[in-house]
């Protein structure tokens, strides 16, 4: 494996396009904004910068990781003569079949497919492509050039071969491959995001407040951030997709999302990326500001 494409130039898709082209891989990166590839690029040159500075790496594997990096702002030719391609686009369900059913007619028979999806079916995606046995999950942890986990998700079709060879690469990335199987949500947000949904509820029910909340649980579960703050962090919008693609996948009103964080995305309040979600970002990035909705 020489060349990875990379779909998306968001936080999780330049995440891995600094991973794989670190480590010596080819990158196309592609993205149909180039706006949005500008900053991804800008973002991994900061990212290269801090490692330098931290002597976690020298300027020369900088520059080299960004030379193994050419962008792309159509799908055509960001994929042509690609070995791998992990898409990672927005967390939607028909924009990924739609995708995968470009890439099916665009790649070659031999390319390996893989999702950045955390919570999609990789069998229902696969079923819109020819070779359902190339189609893979390949869930990146964010942010991803500092994460170690990498959860591998084989569809009801994906062969051993395609498993084994995401499982080797993610190694090759110095990342811990863990294989997990198909249902909604796998592993890692089977469990978590119940666990924010729970604490939006115990704000919601007034039991504390946000940062008594998170307080709680830094202080008496040793997690390094709160899970009001981690919400933020992730988006509450994708946390809210995932919710309902629990909920939806497995009819279980233990999955049902809170109203509370219902409305806060039908109100553009989505943390860190709108500047306001729990916590207001408009004046720190360091959460500093609880929402003044949540002073009340």
């Given at each position: 494996m020489?060349?990875?494409?990379?779909?998306?130039a968001g936080?999780?898709?330049?995440?891995?396009?600094?991973?794989?082209?670190?480590?010596?891989?080819?990158?196309?990166?592609?993205d149909?904004?180039?706006?949005?590839?500008s900053?991804?690029?800008?973002?991994?040159?900061?990212?290269?910068?801090r490692m330098?500075?931290?002597?976690?790496?020298?300027?020369?594997?900088?520059?080299?990781?960004?030379?193994?990096?050419?962008?792309?702002?159509?799908?055509?030719?960001?994929?042509?003569?690609?070995d791998?391609?992990?898409?990672?686009?927005?967390?939607?369900l028909?924009?990924?079949?739609?995708?995968?059913?470009?890439l099916d007619?665009?790649?070659?028979?031999?390319?390996?497919?893989?999702?950045n999806?955390?919570?999609?079916?990789?069998?229902?995606?696969?079923?819109?492509?020819?070779?359902?046995?190339?189609?893979i999950g390949?869930?990146?942890?964010n942010?991803?050039?500092?994460?170690?986990?990498?959860?591998?998700?084989k569809g009801?079709?994906?062969?051993?071969t395609?498993?084994?060879t995401?499982?080797?690469?993610?190694?090759?990335?110095?990342?811990t491959p863990v294989q997990?199987?198909d249902?909604?949500?796998?592993?890692?947000n089977?469990?978590?995001?119940?666990?924010?949904?729970?604490?939006?509820?115990?704000?919601?029910?007034?039991?504390?407040?946000?940062?008594?909340?998170?307080?709680?649980?830094?202080?008496?579960?040793?997690?390094?951030?709160?899970?009001?703050?981690?919400?933020?962090?992730?988006?509450?919008?994708?946390?809210?997709?995932?919710l309902?693609?629990?909920?939806?996948?497995?009819?279980?009103p233990?999955?049902?999302?809170?109203?509370?964080l219902v409305?806060?995305?039908?109100?553009?309040?989505?943390g860190?990326?709108?500047?306001?979600?729990?916590?207001?970002?408009?004046?720190?990035?360091?959460?500093?500001?609880?929402?003044?909705?949540?002073?009340?």
């Amino acid at each position: 494996m020489k060349t990875i494409a990379v779909i998306g130039a968001g936080t999780m898709g330049n995440g891995i396009a600094h991973v794989c082209a670190q480590n010596g891989f080819r990158v196309n990166l592609i993205d149909n904004n180039k706006e949005n590839l500008s900053k991804g690029l800008i973002t991994i040159g900061n990212n290269l910068d801090r490692m330098v500075s931290k002597e976690q790496l020298k300027p020369l594997d900088k520059t080299r990781t960004l030379q193994n990096i050419v962008t792309f702002n159509t799908l055509e030719n960001g994929v042509k003569h690609v070995d791998l391609v992990i898409e990672a686009a927005t967390e939607n369900l028909e924009l990924k079949l739609s995708l995968f059913k470009a890439l099916d007619a665009l790649c070659t028979p031999s390319t390996l497919l893989a999702t950045n999806t955390s919570s999609i079916s990789i069998t229902q995606i696969a079923a819109v492509t020819t070779k359902p046995e190339n189609v893979i999950g390949m869930h990146f942890m964010n942010p991803v050039p500092l994460m170690p986990l990498v959860e591998v998700i084989k569809g009801y079709n994906t062969s051993n071969t395609t498993a084994n060879t995401v499982t080797a690469l993610a190694k090759t990335l110095k990342k811990t491959p863990v294989q997990v199987n198909d249902y909604p949500g796998f592993v890692a947000n089977r469990i978590l995001m119940p666990m924010l949904n729970e604490a939006i509820e115990t704000l919601y029910n007034k039991v504390a407040g946000v940062k008594a909340i998170d307080a709680v649980m830094k202080l008496g579960m040793a997690h390094p951030m709160g899970p009001l703050q981690l919400a933020d962090f992730i988006g509450l919008d994708v946390c809210l997709s995932i919710l309902e693609v629990l909920y939806n996948g497995f009819k279980n009103p233990k999955y049902a999302p809170c109203p509370l964080l219902v409305n806060m995305v039908n109100a553009g309040k989505l943390g860190v990326k709108s500047g306001e979600g729990f916590y207001d970002y408009n004046h720190s990035k360091k959460a500093e500001f609880v929402s003044k909705q949540f002073l009340k």
